[in-house]
């Protein structure tokens, strides 16, 4: 049975709310939670596998480097695109996947009411087609939660200041500032991004991309053309030089070999680049407590369209919750039970040379089993049944070539030629530890271990992969080591700090939040 106050510490004196200690000390891993759920109709059996997730990861803690108070906003960003109800064959029932189901989001409210948070403190917000919402359940979902729930089709030149939240992007390549739906990345926010098992022309909308639906219109049209500048956004928000770095990183990528990056036109890989830029920009300064993909049952196709009958999308029951950290990660094992190769979606390419992403591969992922009552068990991939969610991605029609509008992107992927950053394996006498706290507003320490005598330096890098500082460069002794570094002066982002000491190179991440 498990307790509906699970507590990470002194049961007397948690008062925090916190994420399981194990996800948050294995930031890169991903796991997996199978649920069983019949039909997706069943709404009493989503809700309750979304209250038994919420029950097991969430809980109070007396740790106050990886605990926020009960006083924060909680921000719930669901998938909740435009469901295309103008296409012949529309129903409510035929249209649920296009949608994080709302009853699994409903658990997971209740869940976090049960830690003390009250409906007040809850926040939805989601800039595409509010019309939608009514027939996606939600509507009805936050009348009976309290929740409060808005959708903003609203151009931001026409929002009042306290309707956005403007955040800097100092390593954008795209964005110099991005226009959030407040509170999203506000202070004293805690961010839950659910997003869907569902295919689209990106390969999968996942966890990366379900962030794009937190920014203000026009903003968030990220999946325009390249040039576009996404119809009308202000140029003072956008890097000058943004369409030419584009453009160079896109010839650049291609000679690189990115599968499919070659395919031409509108629809082909500059079109893939440039989206795929803007999501990385956006997820640069966007930073969840926790990324989720609700894949209780899953969707292939194009929001209705699809490879089923009478070219309608289908909805199979899948069964899984895929959660973690990192984002990029999530999303690759996603792409992998979905039946995809993960290597062959050069999104995952790009993340890794931004250093959000440690690894494309999907093997080299640290991967667990989440059971709801005991917590995490070292899994492998291949006890888990992968599914066919079929997608139109840089579909292989040109050249002679003649592959299905609908398709998997399962071609075999040599991983050996993607080894850009690594954390690799600590070797005996070695090791570079997890900064702690992390994430970081001011000072943060780095626990390293020599096996001798030598030279070290220890680097920060920001996400472009640029040093920014430097913590050591001299001799040490060996043994362990504790340094500390202070990020006060760092934008709000991801960093990798890096260390060298003779053939031993190893990098960490390093969220910075202020």
């Known amino acids: 049975m498990i307790s509906p106050a699970k507590t990470f510490g002194n ?44 029950r097991s990861v969430f809980g109070l803690t007396d740790n106050v480097g990886n605990g926020i108070p009960l006083t924060h906003k ?9 469901r295309n109800r103008t296409r012949i064959g529309y129903t409510i029932e035929r249209s649920m996947g296009i949608v994080t189901d709302a009853y699994f989001v ?20 989601e800039v595409n087609c509010p019309d939608d919402l009514e027939d996606g359940g939600y509507l009805d979902m936050a009348e ?46 805690l961010l839950l991004n659910i997003s869907k098992f569902k295919t689209h022309g990106m390969g999968l909308t996942l966890c990366a991309k379900n962030l794009q639906g937190t920014i203000a219109m026009n903003y968030q049209a990220h999946c325009s053309y390249y040039g576009s500048n996404m119809y009308g956004v202000n140029s003072d928000d ?5 369409n030419v770095d584009i453009l160079a990183n896109y010839n650049r990528h291609t000679a690189d070999g990115i599968p499919r990056w070659d395919r031409p036109g509108n629809t082909g890989g500059l079109w893939q680049e440039t989206w795929a830029t803007r999501c990385l ?16 049952y899953g969707r292939d196709g194009n929001f209705m369209d699809g490879p089923g009958q009478d070219g309608l999308a289908t909805d199979y029951m899948t069964n899984y919750i895929i ?84 398709h998997l992107v399962n071609e075999p992927f040599d991983y050996g030629t993607t080894a850009v950053i690594d954390e690799g394996s600590d070797m005996y006498g070695y090791s570079l530890k997890q900064n702690y706290p992390n994430p970081v507003r001011n000072t943060t320490s780095i626990n390293f271990q020599i096996p001798h005598n030598g030279h070290v330096l220890v680097e920060v890098l920001n996400s472009k992969g640029n040093v920014i500082d430097v913590l050591v460069n001299s001799q040490l002794n060996g043994g362990s080591h504790l340094i500390y570094c202070n990020a006060s002066n760092y934008p709000s982002g991801l960093y990798i700090y890096r260390i ?11 969220i910075v939040i202020h």
């Not at 997996?32 to 709404?43: A, F, H, I, P, Q």
């Not at 920009?281 to 209780?296: C, Y």
């Open 281 to 296: 920009d956006n997820n640069s300064v966007t930073f969840a407590g926790l990324h989720i993909i609700e894949g209780i």
């Open 323 to 406: 959660f973690g950290r990192n984002q990029f990660h999530v999303d690759n094992i996603g792409h992998y039970l979905a039946g995809h190769e993960p290597g062959n979606f050069g999104l995952f390419h790009l993340a890794k040379e931004r250093g959000m992403a440690l690894t494309i591969n999907p093997m080299e992922i640290p991967f667990y089993e989440w059971l709801p009552d005991t917590g995490a068990v070292l899994a492998t991939l291949g006890s888990f049944q992968r599914f066919s969610l079929k997608t139109y991605y840089l579909r292989r029609d040109y050249n002679g070539q003649n592959e299905p509008y609908w």
């Open 144 to 189: 009976r939660t309290g929740i409060d729930l808005q959708c903003i089709d609203t151009p931001v030149t026409e929002l009042s200041s306290d309707k956005v939240q403007w955040v800097e992007a100092p390593n954008g390549v795209y964005f110099r500032r991005i226009p959030f739906l407040w509170p999203v990345n506000a202070p004293n926010t």
């Open 74 to 82: 909680v921000v719930i960003k669901p998938n909740l695109t435009c």
């Open 106 to 125: 409903e658990g997971i409210i209740e869940s976090l009411k049960e830690l003390g948070f009250a409906s007040g403190q809850f926040y939805i917000r």
């Open 500 to 510: 060298h000491f003779g053939d031993y190179i190893r990098v960490k991440k390093m």
């Open 238 to 242: 956008l890097n000058p030089t943004a």
């Open 11 to 54: 049961k007397n004196s948690s008062s925090l709310f916190g994420i399981h200690p194990f996800i948050l000390q294995n930031s890169d891993a991903v796991f997996v939670m199978r649920t069983s759920v019949n039909l997706k109709t069943d709404s009493s059996a989503i809700k309750e596998a979304g209250l038994n997730f919420g």
